[in-house]
């Protein structure tokens, strides 16, 4: 019996001596630890890796790499819309018109819409008609006054008024502008008048004829080569009520300007910024002489109703009657000689009739009216009629509101026409002096309703 335990036991410690022997012989070759293939709570029974390696013929094989994820559709990134600008932009009347759609259309009456047309648009019958001689001789438009070089009617591009004169414009080879011809036809005399500015029109009287008119290149050195922008020819909605992008995408009230909210002299302001005669030496025309208008006073930026355009650059243009050190009396020269009468009357009253046209608010903050009405007190800026023409009823019915008892045509005493626009044709003064005794200088042309010669859709 002892010898079979001593025999077993022998048996035993060989199987584990051989064991032992063989892990120690393959972890040296794999460089894995016992427990890799055994399991070491019940040597030397195989773990299912060491099982693995003993059926692979005692080789280790590279497990297969897991499977990468399939990649993931790449998505578009939505189209970024360019932001717009964070500050109102212009739009255009034609905009306004898609939601206003009345005021758009009776807009479209007023002169304010058709102060500069395309020629087959806007030429007078009588023009076209009187076009070589009118009908006592006098010759029409032959050149264009700052080249001096010939030309005829089929070159005029556009044409400037309708109601009391019409001027006409063709091309200026020299510098790419716009220049003046050299006669203006007179709408009651049917007559051509000599017209000498000798200015490319863009860079000398623009600004009161466009909406949204901005600068973009102006040197001082090289006036010639002056640039320029505008949102809209002729005095659209946004002349008066600011850039209306805002407010076309919102519609909110909030987000456009209204002159009839604000104070009277700061309505009669935003008419005052056309109705001004001035001398502009800050920005020359190209031909280098000072403008007759007035830019907002950096490049790319466009004058805006409810801007003080009387603080602009003082020292570099001359408003008479508007600026303190530019007395309404004073004697002046070039374009401002003559600007309003200065005689017996104008002394002892103190009150200086307009002159020249557009001067109207130069004569209207002399009036006591002024701060008490304002412009669109009379007048419409929506609208024209033939019954009251640009004002709300006729003035008769418009002067009885305050002052009755005076004889029905008593205005037109207050308002003698006296401000030349044309050869014997002349606008009337609007300093609305109660003892004015100054007689019309000639004829008015209120009722005059101008006859195109291609007829308008």
Known sequence: MKTIFVA????????????????QRYSGQTGKSCASCHDVANIPVLNTFGKQFKANGYKIVA?????????KPALKPAPVKPAGPSYPVYVGSERCGQCHKDYYSSWKSTYHSKMVTKRDVGILKDAVINWVYDEVGNQGPTIGNATKDKFSVLDVEYVLGSKWKQRYLVRNSKTGGLQLMNKQFNTLTKQWENYGNANDWDTMCITCHSTGYRLTKYDEKDPAATKWQVAELNVGCEACHGPGSKHAASKSKADIYNPSKQPLEVQARVCGYCHSRLENDKFL????????DLPAPALNLSRKPWDDWTKWYPQEVVIPGLQSEDKIDTAYTGDLKDLFYNDAQAVSRGVYDEKKHHQEYQGFIQSKHYNKLTCTTCHNPHKRTVETRSLKAKPDDLCAKCHSGKPADWWQQVMPGVAKTANNLFVRSHTFDAEQARPDAGLVANDFQPVYYFPRK
Do not use: C, M, Y
Not at 63 to 71: D, I, T
């Open 8 to 23: 077993g036991a022998i048996l035993v410690f060989t199987i584990s001596l051989g064991s032992a022997s063989a892990n």
């Open 63 to 71: 497990p297969k790499p897991a499977p990468k994820p399939a990649p």
């Open 285 to 292: 025309s190209r031909q280098g002489n000072p403008r007759e």
